[in-house]
């Protein structure tokens, strides 16, 4: 049988011995001492009246399964409380019962118990289903009502596993996913602006660490200068131009041009060991004259001055490796030409060029022979050594003054080309350096 009918038959059982003892009119104190109680089983429709079922649900209209479901487990519930209040209600019924069965079998133990299996003989014992002892019924209750309450936590318990994975799944895992997804996107954003943090601060520093370096060599390279005593040059002409190797490609170049010229001064100061011959310290060219103006000692040669390719060789002698003051003049009339070693006049001549104007635009070049304007050099005609105080002015200057510009007690800048800094640039190598005083060039010779 099931537990609810079982609930029944006790309860029922309980309402009709209860029933029976109420109904003597001395109550249980006034019965004589020999009387007995005849315990009779009552059927299950004399129940109804002290054991209200529970309703049954209306099964009309079709419900949902989860519906269906929260409505048996709400039965159920109010079946156990209804179950609770009537066990509590009968707990003195049941001790007044146990009272009166023990008495019933009190008297005459045996005799009591063979009528009793005499009445269960004969088929009066509808009671096979309950335990003799009112402890084990109690027990027997006790443990349906904690049956029934597992099964209904059970219920409950299923219920709600099965309302959160009927009606929710589909939403809780898009609901996660996005949010699973948000987290994955902030998280690879921020790596990505830690990645661009990273990447701005090496760059950062990388540009700072070039930039100091870029500073301290700068200083070390000055330190170097100021040890060396290559320090800012004390005015615009005190530098010399440096070419130490015979090549093609080592020249200085004079920015300005040299207008139309019927005369001209050359000075300079030159230091060369070279050999043979000291090479071409300067020459200038023109579109369609190469050898326009040219000094050069070339090969075993004699240091040879070319004006529109006429030459005149000068006796000048310079390879020494000692600085040198060198002077040239020229003049259009009847082609007259001097030539000047440390002040002093060591040739003269004429014929050469003459009356022939300096061609003007052309192309003014330190160590190097060009053989067109501004370029094809030869390194067999280049200068090997150092230049200085390279001077032109537009007239013969006289001796006097030649002399002073070499024994260092004027300055004279060329009026037409003067030696400055800012007037010659250096190309493949050559360099610009402090040059050595006047008086230490006059020591040298």
Request: hydrophobic share 35%; glycine share 10%; proline share 6%.
């Amino acid at each position: 049988r099931s537990p609810a009918g079982m609930l029944l038959v006790v309860a029922g059982l309980l309402l009709a011995v209860a029933a029976g003892g109420r109904g003597s009119p001395a109550g249980e104190q006034e019965s004589p001492p020999g009387s007995r109680f005849v315990c009779t089983s009552l059927p299950l429709d004399a129940a109804g009246a002290g054991c209200p079922l529970p309703p049954v649900p209306m099964q009309g209209g079709a419900l949902p399964p989860e519906e269906e479901l929260k409505a048996t487990v709400l039965q159920l519930r109010e079946t156990v409380l209804q179950q609770k209040e009537t066990i509590g209600s009968q707990r003195d019924a049941i001790r007044e019962l146990t009272g009166k069965l023990s008495r019933c079998e009190g008297a005459d133990g045996k005799s009591a118990a063979g009528t009793w299996k005499n009445e269960v003989g004969k088929g009066k014992d509808t009671m096979g289903d309950l335990p003799r002892d009112p402890a084990q019924v109690i027990d027997q209750l006790s443990r349906t009502m904690q049956t029934l309450k597992d099964r209904l936590e059970s219920l409950e318990h299923q219920l709600r596993a099965n309302v959160s994975y009927a009606a929710l799944p589909g939403d809780l895992r898009e609901m996660l996913q996005r949010r699973l997804g948000d987290l994955e996107r902030q998280l690879l954003s921020k790596v990505a602006e830690l990645e661009d943090e990273k990447s701005l601060l090496h760059n950062e520093t990388s540009a700072h660490r070039q930039k100091t370096e870029t500073a301290l060599n700068a200083l070390l390279e000055r330190v170097s200068e100021l040890e060396k005593g290559n320090s800012a040059f004390k005015s615009p002409d005190e530098f010399k131009v440096s070419l130490p190797l015979r090549t093609n490609y080592l020249y200085g170049k004079i920015k300005k041009t040299l207008p139309e010229l019927y005369a001209f001064t050359v000075c300079l100061w030159l230091r060369s060991s070279a050999s043979p011959g000291i090479g071409t310290p300067f020459s200038y060219a023109v579109p369609g004259q190469a050898n326009e103006i040219v000094l050069i000692e070339w090969g075993n040669n004699p240091i040879e001055l070319l004006i529109n390719d006429k030459v005149a060789q000068l006796p000048l002698f310079i390879s020494d490796g000692k600085w040198h003051h060198i002077c040239i003049t020229w003049t259009t009339r009847d082609g007259m030409w001097e030539a000047f070693q440390d002040g002093e006049k060591l040739g003269t001549g004429e014929n050469l060029a003459p009356w022939h104007p300096i061609k003007p635009g052309g192309v003014l070049i330190l160590g190097q022979e060009q053989d067109t304007v501004g370029g094809r050099f030869d390194a067999t005609q280049a200068f090997v050594g150092e230049m200085s105080q390279f001077n032109i002015w537009d007239r013969v200057l006289k001796a006097e003054d030649i002399m002073n510009i070499a024994n260092c007690s004027i300055n004279m800048p060329g009026n037409i080309i003067p030696w400055v800094d800012s007037n010659v640039d250096v190309f493949g190598g050559a360099t610009k350096w402090p040059v050595e005083t006047c008086e230490e060039r006059l020591l040298d010779l």
